[in-house]
């Protein structure tokens, strides 16, 4: 009698096990809020706010070039000597593995924004032969950048002049789904967390 | 094995472990580079178009973009001993299998 009940209880744990692997879905990062609607709860997520920054070509990228598309932001500098060479090598695979799907976004964000001109990053990204129609390359206004940076992608960007270099930012890759919410972070310096990001953006594809 | 090899040994296996340190983060594993953005090392006919003492002076002091800017950052830090070291490596990479870089060569190379 317990033999049948505890394989019962095994069956069941198993089917449960087996839903989770279906459904795998990703969580909402970032600071949440709750609101009431028509006495219902609801809940906000952390969003990214609208932004305006220049690309490579000189034109506006704001949050109108990305909408219904997921996208991958980073920050970086074109003349940084650590960890910007393995994250593009990395964001590279992503730029290629989804060069034929328009949904899929890359968001390079400068944090040495006065350097790095358009005409700089244009240089850069031609350099690396990618094109602006999946992968912008942008600089702004310093504060705006690492604003953004910090408050929205909750990654850290500034300047310090101990670093070589002179700047400080982490090697994150955020994963942003279609309606700019933050669904992952990961190590853009690492294969694995990048093999990881791209399982992540498959699981966003298929979701509705 | 002779004398020559042995050293020539020596400096290419310390160059692998320096390069790995302070090369490879850009110029990728084996000196293949990555996209036109960091030069390759190998296959570009690298020896015919740089000498020695350019290549110690690229490593020692990188290349300037411009007053706060560098296109190569400068390895101020190493000793002449690893970046003759360095340097005998991506020789050797480059199909010269015999003979060191000196230390004396490197400590010649001034800014």
Known sequence: MFNRFSLWVLMCLSLVWVSCEQEKSLPYLGPK????????????????PDFKFLNQDSAWVSQKDLEGKIYVADFFFTSCPTICPKMKTQMLRIYQRYLNNPNIQLLSHSIDPTYDQPHVLKAYA?????????????????????????????????EDPNESGGFVHSGAFILVDKHRHVRGIYDGTKEPEVNQ???DIEILLHEK | MSKEEVLHEQYRVEGLVMYQ???????????????????????????KRVSDQEMIHMIKFGIKADANHEFMP???ELQAIEIAEIVTYV?????VKEGIVEQKEVSRVSQ
């Open chain 1, 197 to 199: 990001l791209i399982e």
């Open chain 2, 21 to 47: 340190k302070h090369c490879e983060n850009c110029h990728q594993a084996n000196g293949k580079g990555f996209k036109k953005l960091y030069p390759a090392l190998v296959g570009t006919n690298l020896l």
């Open chain 1, 33 to 48: 809020e709750t609101k009431e609607v028509n006495g219902k709860i609801d809940t906000i997520y952390h969003q990214i």
């Open chain 2, 74 to 76: 400068g390895n101020k």
């Open chain 1, 126 to 158: 031609n350099r690396m032969e990618v094109d602006a129609k999946k992968w912008n390359f942008v600089t702004g206004k310093k504060e705006d950048i690492y604003k953004i940076g910090q408050k929205s992608y909750m990654v850290s960007a500034q």
């Open chain 2, 91 to 95: 020789k050797d990479l480059n199909g």
